[in-house]
């Protein structure tokens, strides 16, 4: 039996990825422009995304030739990453900000927003939940990708990413948002652990698209659990040192997802399996 790689956090280096520079706020972060290496990254991180999905649902059906969870929402996101001494992406996430309403979000194409019983149920938690949010004169944001390698499942490195991606969040003028994450692997309950609360009393359903129960989780970054509140505060100290790497200066644009053929087949070709939320 194969002997399994074990990481240590403190090894593990956050880097994030950017939409675009001008998107990016003066006050802080230490941003570059470099398209390839931005191409480079989404595509390790989708095809961590992609191993995730095949352990769930082995046709995996919507991935690319080979092997990516690609989406077009990557382009408007920015990505959290976590990656080991060698430079690989261990751990990602993603979080972008929703200026529109209900049907711009994720969880609206989610089976229990289509069901006949609790559809309407959905529209309502969330719409109430959007609503909160500009009443309080907050951005509202969409977390989702939440994707480890399974020597971090369940570890350190498992809540770290998830708090960076709330500490982004909030540098970034978001107080309030939603996510869908899986049951498994404790994916859910780790969430709701740092302070995630299911919307509207909406039940954990069933996805066929990802063949895994899922439960749909509204955050408010005034409600995270006090124990937390410490390492939060580090980690949004800490945003103003991480690498941020851009596709561009100004318009957003994301590659095709037969653009990225310029990547050596060894590393097109990489496999990685994930927990995919």
């Not at 003066?26 to 390839?36: G, L, W």
């Not at 049907?103 to 194409?109: F, K, S």
């Amino acid at each position: 039996m194969k002997k399994r790689t074990l990481f240590k956090p403190e090894k593990l280096q956050f880097r994030i990825l950017a939409p675009s520079l001008e998107q990016i706020p003066s006050s802080c972060f230490r941003a570059s422009v470099d398209p390839r290496l931005h191409s480079r990254l989404l595509f390790d991180l989708q095809l961590l995304r992609g191993n995730a999905l095949r352990e769930y649902y082995p046709l995996a059906a919507g991935l690319t030739q080979d092997g990516r969870h690609f989406q077009s929402t990557d382009a408007e996101s920015w990505h959290v990453l976590l990656e080991d001494e060698d430079g690989r992406v261990r751990a990602c996430s993603r979080y972008r900000h929703v200026d529109g309403g209900f049907n711009q979000l994720g969880a609206h194409e989610s089976s229990l927003a289509k069901s006949v019983t609790f559809g309407s149920a959905v529209r309502r938690a969330i719409e109430s939940h959007m609503r909160r949010a500009q009443a309080a004169n907050m951005h509202y944001g969409e977390a989702g990708g939440w994707v480890l390698c399974p020597e971090l499942r369940c570890s350190t490195a498992a809540i770290n990413i998830a708090l960076m991606t709330f500490a982004l969040a909030d540098r970034l003028g978001g107080g309030m948002g939603i996510t869908t994450a899986t049951t498994r692997h404790q994916s859910a309950s780790i969430l709701r652990r740092l302070g995630g609360h299911r919307l509207g009393g909406l039940p954990a359903y069933y996805d066929p698209k990802y063949g895994c129960v899922l439960e749909i989780l509204g955050f408010d970054m005034k409600a995270l659990r006090a124990q937390f509140a410490r390492k939060l505060d580090d980690l949004k100290g800490r945003l103003d040192s991480l690498p941020i790497v851009c596709q561009s200066a100004g318009e957003n644009r994301l590659p095709a997802a037969n653009e990225l053929a310029f990547l050596p087949q060894s590393h097109r070709m990489s496999s990685i399996s994930a927990v995919f939320n």
